[in-house]
């Protein structure tokens, strides 16, 4: 299997605006009403991670990517994410903060918060605004192991990517 990434945080956390950005399809990120595959991303709808009945959902197209994205917004306080999340989900994680630029945003609390939900992994600090944290994404994604990511955030040595234990 090709290595892939299924982005999944709240609604509004910022998940499409930031696949349009990865993939360059070149148009604004609308309300996400379902699954979105595009060629090594899969765009989720807040939905599915905001509501538990849709668990199952996420659970099941977890089987065909390698990686899942815990995507936190700087911007809020709210922790959609059930404690230990990750742990139920058999696939590499990355945490990704969005909106590092915005007025209130608080990388702090949003690192605090995706340390309990994945557990362990990298955290990358991301504006698309400042299109900045977001060269490290794929490279990760491209990696087959924890270790394989935390050798790349050692190796990158960026105050923008962090590794948790
Ligand atoms: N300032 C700032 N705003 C952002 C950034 N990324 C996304 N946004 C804004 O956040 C809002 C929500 O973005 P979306 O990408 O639609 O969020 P989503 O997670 O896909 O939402 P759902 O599809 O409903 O799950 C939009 O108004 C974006 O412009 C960022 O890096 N900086
Ligand atoms: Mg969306």
């Known amino acids: 299997m090709k290595n892939k990434v299924m982005m999944i945080g709240a609604i509004d956390a910022g998940k499409t605006t930031l696949v349009n950005e990865l993939v360059d399809i070149g148009?604004?990120?609308r309300k996400t009403q379902s699954l979105e595959y595009h060629d090594w991303v899969v765009d989720t709808p807040g939905e599915y991670t905001e509501n538990p009945?849709?668990?199952k959902n996420i659970m099941a197209t977890s089987f065909q990517v390698t990686h899942v994205a815990y995507v936190q917004d700087?911007?809020?306080h709210k922790n959609i994410f059930p404690p230990g999340f990750g742990g139920g989900v058999p696939?590499?994680?990355i945490g990704i903060i969005t909106k590092a630029d915005a007025k209130?945003?608080?990388?702090e609390r949003s690192f605090n918060i995706l340390k309990r939900v994945m557990l362990r992994g990298p955290v990358i600090i991301t504006s698309v605004v400042n299109k900045t944290?977001?060269?490290h994404i794929q490279p990760l994604v491209i990696c087959n192991s924890l270790l394989?990511?935390?050798?790349?955030?050692?190796k990158h040595n960026d105050p923008l990517l962090?590794?948790?234990e």
């Open 133 to 135: 944290g977001l060269k």
């Open 53 to 55: 009945l849709y668990y």
């Open 162 to 164: 962090l590794y948790v």
């Open 148 to 154: 394989e990511m935390k050798a790349y955030a050692e």
């Open 27 to 29: 148009t604004k990120a």
């Open 104 to 107: 209130g945003a608080d990388i």
């Open 91 to 93: 696939k590499l994680p």
């Open 74 to 76: 700087a911007t809020t």
